[in-house]
């Protein structure tokens, strides 16, 4: 029985939804973690999603007192605290229950730092892991970022299944934290943290005819920096020349939640073999540092 609270985030809707997409600049704050050992002071995300869950809003109320007057009361709030107090609710009316973050698109990454941010809380009424789900998500944060959700997805803290279709442009990006390049370049040399945004979380990419489970590697030192490099002007250029090409090509269609929905059908008899406690034990053996797990759909499977 599937016993869960699930909270869900939509796609870009609405021009504020434009506004937090294309404000990619990173923001540095004082991450959740900070407090346990070994863990970075501050890591940095992506502003305007960061922005959208966490700038205070200030909420006017009257409050009542003697001799009938009146006075007003202000309180800010975040919209995670409505959210994260909304799902607390429930849960503590449903003991036993597990929480669930999922989302679309920029729903994807304000999923992820939801739950990222969620599962820093460790609140009592949580039972087990925060688990995300995330589909068609960009990149959320810097490399110190991509470390801490690691590190707490090797804790038991938080788990996350990222799923993307293989030519979708949209988990490619953001790929770099401003509008100029070569500026992220100096920032790749002198192995800044902040050079570059970072998927987290174990991946199943789809096509019509191959799933693949995999958890990205990040890898260090000197080989970092040529990695960085290569796929950083590599990327750029690629996503420069999908924006002329994309009313041309099926770029947008990759995206749909429809072709989602139907790719995840195609592949649902070897998915349904793993749960993701399964998935979790496979990464806690290191499996996904080695290799990763393809599973293949034959056309005639696929078409049925």
Known sequence: VNRRVVVVFRGTTETKDIIADVTFGMIK?????????????????????????????VENSDVEVKKGS????????????????????HLKRNPGFSLWVTGHSMGGALAT???????????????????????????????????????????GLLRHLRVANKYDLVPMIPEVPDLCFWSSCLFIIAYHPASRYRHTGVQINLDPT????????????????IYDLVMCSFKVMCIAGSVFTLPCTGNLHEHSVPLYAERVAMHEEQLSKLTIDDVYKLYRKNLFKKKSLRFKTSKKSAEE
């Open 210 to 225: 191959t799933c693949e489970i995999s958890y990205p590697k990040l890898s260090t030192g000197v080989s970092r920096v």
């Open 29 to 57: 704050y004082d991450q959740p973690y900070s407090g346990y050992k070994k863990q970075a002071k501050h890591i940095a995300v992506h502003c305007g999603w960061f922005t959208y869950l966490f700038e205070n809003h």
């Open 113 to 155: 730092l939801f739950a990222f941010t969620a599962a820093a809380k460790e609140h009592e009424c949580v039972q087990g892991p925060v688990t995300c789900i995330s589909v068609a998500s960009p990149k959320v944060g810097d490399t110190r970022f991509r470390k801490t959700h690691e590190w707490a997805e090797q804790t």
């Open 70 to 89: 009146k006075v007003q009361s202000v309180k800010s709030f975040t919209i995670f605290d409505k959210i994260f107090e909304l799902a607390i609710s």
